[in-house]
């Protein structure tokens, strides 16, 4: 009998830290590493690509030069298929995380007011100087892209990845020239 308990006893001790090891099972980001730099990349630019798949909305109570609305509803696009691409990075490879803290809280703080104050200008103003606010706006966040999509291209070792951000790179970069033309000054 007092075998029996023993065996009980330890089969139960057994299946308690086994249980204990899967719950505490971390998310591949939680362990640190190559894998957290690069879902912290993958997070910035997901967050990006989402915020400017819906750029083109403010078409909706705003209006601007046929010029300038192309380019725009291009950055929409370009994003909203770059953001749909990325939606089935993480189904196929499940150690690509988005929601990886990415920023130390004061930046993330100065970028969120950044933000505000960039959507209080574009709400608050109308005609050239909405445009130019726009195209400005735009114009930094295809630079940003583009420099992210290069900065993770340069580790990532999934060649289908590596296409995606190299292609993305590319796109962002000639949606940044375009919107740098359109803010060239005339003299």
């Given at each position: 009998m007092a075998k029996t308990v023993r065996t009980q006893l330890g089969l139960l001790v057994t299946a308690l830290a086994l249980t204990g090891c899967a719950e505490s099972a971390k998310p591949?980001?939680?362990?640190?590493?190559?894998?957290?730099?690069?879902?912290?990349?993958?997070?910035?630019?997901?967050?990006?690509?989402?915020?400017e798949s819906d750029?083109?909305?403010?078409?909706?109570?705003?209006?601007?030069s046929d010029q300038v609305g192309d380019v725009v509803k291009q950055v929409a696009a370009t994003c909203q298929a770059a953001k749909a691409q990325m939606d089935e990075f993480p189904k196929k490879d499940k150690r690509v995380e988005y929601d990886v803290p990415d920023l130390p809280?004061?930046?993330?703080?100065?970028?969120?007011?950044?933000?505000?104050?960039?959507?209080?200008?574009?709400?608050?103003?109308?005609?050239?100087?909405?445009?130019?606010?726009?195209?400005?706006?735009?114009?930094?966040?295809?630079?940003?892209?583009?420099?992210?999509c290069e900065a993770l291209a340069s580790d990532e070792d999934d060649p289908l990845r590596k296409t995606f951000l190299t292609d993305l790179s590319t796109q962002c970069g000639r949606l940044a020239d375009s919107l740098m033309q359109l803010l060239e000054v005339k003299s």
């Open positions: 591949p980001s939680a362990n640190g590493g190559i894998f957290r730099q690069k879902n912290e990349g993958y997070s910035i630019l997901y967050k990006l690509m989402t915020q750029v083109a909305k403010i078409f909706i109570i705003k209006h601007a809280f004061i930046e993330q703080g100065s970028r969120d007011l950044a933000q505000k104050a960039d959507t209080k200008a574009l709400l608050g103003r109308s005609g050239k100087e909405f445009e130019l606010e726009l195209v400005f706006t735009q114009a930094q966040a295809m630079m940003y892209a583009h420099d992210v």
